[in-house]
């Protein structure tokens, strides 16, 4: 089958990563000095062509990555996947390059369209690439000794420089006998030289080039366990992905203040109001109703701006479907310069919300991004209203069609919400907490 033609990753590996790169831009830059002999824009940085970037990385998101595919096969190294992403990564530097080249003067408008497109350039690039100089290992550590040696995902023994020893294991319970909290006291050894620390849910140890977290460990004994199962993650690359985060975030932010006069009719604001409420009360509710009291992978300073950034996205992207609703039965009523808003608004709200997880994710999971099934939904959610706001730039094309942009990428998001629970993949996923 093709989808078994799976690149081996050490291909990408330094520096070889880093030559993919520079030809990536330098195809681009070439494609704009064509352009510019001829008078006209290149034709890789044209708005058309960002378009069928979109939706090619939306197609094999969701062929790959919703679970729709047995999840033995790795989707991140098919040659199919690898390549459109570096088709995507191409468009978005001939798109860049065009930019910083055209612009005279940077307004808001300009430093908030680089800030966008750079940081995902960058998230993008250092995340498919960087992920060959990449270990992500596990380590059973106990009491009786001093380990130094490391397994990879396919079982490889990998000897570290340093070792590491279990001190002390300590839980906290909640009344129901739940564990509220567990932490483990270590001592790492480096030629002689010993430090001791502690570990948790959400507050790893960085250690050198490592970062260590505590993964697992026997609950049957709590107190009393003798051992812990450890992840460590070497991640050369890290600092590049959380600089395009960061720039991304700053991006968003500066959205709103370049949208700052927004003029929406009562009706939009009563709609908008109406879906904050609706999306409040099912949080709440789903809090109320769930049996168990917040497991310490949720107990972390992310936890409200991350899903209150969302809740706010959910509400004008929700307000953004209806309008598009009323467009559909109305045929005298032109919602699209409203929906323009709105969209840009939820989008912007959506981002900030997906990168706050991405950056959470890093602090719990080691890994700012899995392809769990709930952020490959989020992905195409994010993409398929990317990919209205592009339609809308200086195309000609038809409501309906914009339109129906508008309803799939809602639908996308109800799945990102909650349909997610009925994929088979739902079980695997580390969005799932009713397995702790």
């Not at 990998?158 to 932490?183: A, H, M, Q, R, W």
Request: with cysteine; hydrophobic share 50%.
């Amino acid at each position: 089958m093709i989808f078994q033609f799976n690149i081996n990753p050490s291909i990408f590996a330094f520096p070889v990563n880093l030559l993919v790169g520079f030809i990536i831009v330098y195809i681009a830059f070439r494609d704009y000095q064509r352009g510019k002999k001829r008078g006209k824009a290149g034709k890789l940085s044209s708005i058309k062509y960002s378009i069928i970037a979109s939706i090619l990385v939306i197609i094999v998101t969701l062929v790959y990555g919703t679970g729709i595919l047995p999840t033995s096969l790795d989707f991140t190294s098919s040659w199919i996947f690898v390549g459109v992403i570096i088709w995507f990564l191409i468009i978005l530097s001939a798109v860049l390059i065009r930019r910083i080249a055209t612009t005279k003067s940077f307004n808001i408008h300009n430093i908030t369209f680089l800030l966008s497109h750079f940081g995902l350039w960058l998230a993008v690039m250092a995340g498919l690439f960087g992920s060959a100089d990449q270990q992500d290992m596990r380590m059973i550590i106990n009491k009786s000794g001093f380990i130094n040696t490391c397994y990879s995902e396919k079982k490889e023994a990998i000897t570290l420089p340093f070792s590491v020893i279990l001190n002390k294991f300590e839980v906290e319970y909640y009344d129901t006998g739940d564990p509220s909290k567990y932490c483990a006291s270590i001592t790492i050894n480096e030629d002689n030289s010993l430090i001791k620390d502690k570990i948790e849910i959400n507050h790893p140890i960085h250690y050198g080039k490592y970062d260590i977290y505590l993964q697992n460990y026997d609950s049957s004994k709590g107190n009393e366990t003798s051992y812990c199962l450890l992840q460590i993650v070497k991640q050369p690359w890290k600092w590049l992905i959380f600089s395009g985060i960061i720039f991304m975030i700053l991006g968003a932010i500066l959205s709103f203040i370049k949208l700052g006069k927004w003029k929406f009719s009562g009706w939009i604001i009563f709609f908008f109001i109406l879906g904050l409420l609706i999306y409040a009360i099912f949080i709440l509710m789903s809090m109320h109703l769930h049996s168990k009291p917040l497991i310490p992978a949720l107990q972390s300073n992310w936890f409200i701006p991350h899903i209150t950034m969302y809740m706010f996205s959910y509400a004008f992207l929700g307000c953004a479907f209806v309008i598009t609703i009323i467009g559909l039965i109305k045929k005298d009523y032109n919602p699209l310069s409203t929906l323009d808003s709105l969209i840009i608004i939820g989008i912007s709200f959506f981002t900030i919300g997906m990168l706050l997880g991405a950056l959470w994710a890093k602090e719990a999971w080691g890994n700012y991004w899995t392809w769990d099934p709930k952020e490959t939904w989020s992905a195409v959610t994010w993409l398929g209203f990317l990919t209205y706001l592009h339609l809308r730039r200086g195309i000609k094309i038809r409501k309906k069609t914009l339109y129906l942009v508008v309803i799939l990428s809602f639908l996308a998001l109800q799945m990102c919400w909650y349909g997610i629970n009925y994929l088979p993949s739902a079980k695997e996923s580390v969005h799932t907490y009713s397995r702790e």
